[in-house]
Nanobody, 124 residues
Framework: QLQVVESGGKLVQPGGSLRLSCAAS????????VGWFRQAPGKERERVSC????????TYAVSVKGRFTISRNITKNTMYLRMTSLKAEDTADYYC?????????????????WGQGTQVTVSS
């Protein structure tokens, strides 16, 4: 079974940092395009970052560029989202996703593998 599981979400103060993890099982993460998404209360899910297979192209949403970094540990078959200078508007449920082929994970793609989400709250 192809599966990804997120972890690391918690309450953090504004200006703080956090690293989310996403462990993959049943497939090799390096061979997939992977991404992080988030969904704030009352809002649609948005893509935060996507990186293509084998360390290719990486993109970030304008709202997080320069503050968030996506990465992979091939040995652990795990991907990460390092978040710094966190703001209240970063509060959301964060999801990791993986997709084969040549495109980023997408809600419109039935083959995209989704995690169950991890909650990040930025508040003092």
């Amino acid at each position: 079974q192809l599966q990804v599981v997120e972890s690391g979400g918690k309450l953090v103060q504004p200006g703080g940092s956090l690293r989310l993890s996403c462990a993959a099982s049943g497939f090799t993460l390096e061979d997939y395009n992977v991404g992080w998404f988030r969904q704030a209360p009352g809002k649609e899910r948005e893509r935060v970052s996507c990186t293509s297979k084998r360390g290719g192209t990486t993109t970030y949403a304008v709202s997080v560029k320069g503050r968030f970094t996506i990465s992979r540990n091939i040995t652990k078959n795990t991907m990460y989202l390092r978040m710094t200078s966190l703001k209240a508007e970063d509060t959301a449920d964060y999801y990791c996703a993986a997709r084969g082929g040549s495109s980023c994970p997408s809600e419109r793609d039935d083959s995209t593998i989704w995690g169950q989400g991890t909650q990040v709250t930025v508040s003092s």
